[in-house]
């Protein structure tokens, strides 16, 4: 099962909006709605933002928004603030796995 | 408080054995199934296998599979990761954590644990 595919990096200006994507197949993000995204700041153990391709926990800021078209999922920040500052990994199960992470995004607030 | 609390770093040469625990607090420990998840230096994060507290039945990463083997105890609460021969390649963070739903996301990580393997 190869790692989902997401951009080494994406950048932004406080208050802008950030789209991240996650790349996979039909066996895993097409095939399902168990898509996940995880925030980690250096350092720390990760954090869940987003299950169910669009559930956000209660604990997470609305700033945070997931959807998915296809084989990709897509995390969005809006309002950019210095705190999200963060790598960002998704994950889905999958067919065969039977769960996959994607190759991480760094975030990098301007 | 709903928490995962994992054993301390550990420090070993290649060949030698390691166990690690993760012990679950604050929530029915057989309603959820765990998981391990590595992280190497400065790498992304990988999924090792998984765990159903209540009965053992155990599902493995083909990258992982036959090297590391994951196993839980119901009275103490805690789930373990374990390896019989450790190789250098080992030396990362690892990480358990708890899934929201059999194939859902894990909401509930514990801190990690450091291993470290050289001669």
């Known amino acids: 099962q190869s790692a989902l595919t997401q951009p080494a990096s994406v950048s932004g200006s406080p208050g802008q909006s950030i789209t991240i994507s996650c790349t996979g197949t039909?066996?895993?993000?097409?095939?399902?709605?168990?898509v996940s995204w995880y925030q980690q700041h250096p350092g720390k153990a990760p954090k869940l933002m987003i299950y169910e391709v669009s559930n956000r926990p209660s604990r997470v800021s609305n700033r945070f928004s997931g959807s998915k078209s296809g084989n990709t999922a897509s995390l969005t920040i809006s309002g950019l603030q210095a705190e999200d500052e963060a790598d960002y990994y998704c994950?889905?199960?999958?067919?065969?796995?039977?769960?996959?992470f994607g190759t991480g995004t760094k975030v990098t607030v301007l | 408080e709903v928490q995962l609390v994992q054993s301390g770093a550990e420090v070993k040469k290649p060949g030698e054995s390691l166990r690690i625990s993760c012990k679950g607090s604050g929530y029915s420990f057989t309603s959820y199934w765990i998981s391990w998840v590595r992280q190497m230096p400065g790498k992304g994060l990988e999924w090792m296998g998984t765990i159903d507290p209540s009965d053992s039945y155990t599902n493995y990463s083909p990258s992982f599979q036959g090297h590391v083997t994951i196993s839980a105890d119901k009275s103490t609460r805690t789930a373990y990761l374990q390896w019989s021969s450790l190789k250098a390649s080992d030396t990362a963070m690892y990480y358990c954590a708890r899934h929201l739903g059999q194939k859902d996301g894990m909401d509930v990580w514990g801190q990690g644990t450091t291993a470290t393997v050289s001669s």
């Open positions: 039909s066996s895993d993000v097409g095939g399902y709605n168990y």
């Open positions: 994950s889905s199960y999958t067919s065969t796995s039977p769960y996959v």
